[in-house]
C-alpha cells in the first residue's frame, strides 16, 4: 500500500525566499511520485512528477523536486518565492494500483 | 488534447434532496475516471474509480454513487444529500494503460456543493 505525509499544513514564506514544502512517502513497490498545485476554487494541475528516471525533477513555474530513495522524500522547491505562487500544493504516490495524495500544504506568500 | 469538464460549477441543494454532477472527457479514448472529494481543510478522498462502461469501484461507503454509462462521461449521484456531503468535487481522468500501471491523473475545474 501507497502513502504520503506531508509535513506542514501552513507555511509562510516572505517574497523572494526560498520555498521548501516538504513531502515523506511509503510504498511497498517502486513508486511514482507527484506534486500537484490548486488555486482557490480550482482543480489540480500537476506541477511535476517522478516516474525513476532521473531523481532531480524539473517543473512548471520554476519548482523542482528531489527523489530520495534512503530518505523516502520527494520534497517540492522553488529559489524564490513570488506572489502568484500562493496556493495550496498536493504531493502525491501511486504504486500499482491507485494514487494517494497527502493533506496539502497551504503556501502563502508575503510581500 | 484532451480536456475535462465540470458541472455545475457551484450547486446549493437542501438537505434531502437528490444529486447529479457530470463529469466529460473529451481528446482520449476509454480513460480511467475518478471522483474525488475535498472537505474544507482536508485532503483529497477517493470516493469511485471507473476502468470502463459501466465498471465502477467504490472507495467509501456512504449514500453517493456513480455510474459510466458513456465511454468519457462520469456521473456522481445521491438520492437524499446529507449535511456532511457539502464539499468540493473533483473529476479526474487518467490514460488506461492496463492493469497495474497507473498514469498521471489530470483534474477538471471542481464542482463546489454546499448543503443546507
Known amino acids: 500500500a501507497q502513502s504520503v505525509t506531508q509535513l506542514g499544513s501552513h507555511v509562510s514564506v516572505s517574497e523572494g525566499a526560498l520555498v521548501l514544502l516538504r513531502c515523506n512517502y511509503s510504498s511497498s513497490v517502486p513508486p511514482y511520485l507527484f506534486w500537484y498545485v490548486q488555486y482557490p476554487n480550482q482543480g489540480l494541475q500537476l506541477l511535476l512528477k517522478?516516474?525513476?528516471?532521473?531523481?532531480l525533477v524539473k517543473g512548471i513555474n520554476g519548482f523542482e523536486a528531489e527523489f530520495k530513495k534512503s530518505e523516502t522524500s520527494f520534497h517540492l522547491t522553488k529559489p524564490s518565492a513570488h506572489m502568484s505562487d500562493a496556493a495550496e500544493y498536493f504531493c502525491?504516490?501511486?504504486?500499482?494500483?491507485?494514487?494517494?495524495f497527502g493533506a496539502g500544504t497551504r503556501l502563502t506568500v508575503k510581500p | 488534447s484532451q480536456t475535462i469538464h465540470q458541472w455545475p460549477a457551484t450547486l446549493v441543494q437542501p438537505v434531502g434532496s437528490p444529486l447529479s454532477l457530470e463529469c466529460t472527457v473529451e481528446g482520449t479514448s476509454n480513460p480511467n475516471l475518478y471522483w474525488y472529494r475535498q472537505a474544507a481543510g482536508r485532503g483529497l478522498q477517493l470516493l469511485f474509480y471507473s476502468v470502463g462502461i459501466g465498471q465502477i469501484s467504490s472507495e467509501v461507503p456512504q449514500n453517493l454513487s456513480a455510474s459510466r454509462p458513456q465511454d468519457r462521461q462520469f456521473i456522481l449521484s445521491s438520492k437524499k444529500l446529507l449535511l456532511s456531503d457539502s464539499g468540493f468535487y473533483l473529476c479526474?481522468?487518467?490514460?488506461?494503460?492496463?492493469?497495474?500501471?497507473?498514469?498521471?491523473?489530470?483534474f477538471g475545474p471542481g464542482t463546489r456543493l454546499l448543503v443546507l
Open positions: 479526474a481522468w487518467s490514460l488506461n494503460s492496463g492493469i497495474g500501471v497507473q498514469e498521471t491523473q489530470y
Open positions: 502525491a504516490v501511486t504504486g500499482y494500483n491507485d494514487m494517494r
Open positions: 517522478y516516474t525513476s528516471a532521473a531523481t
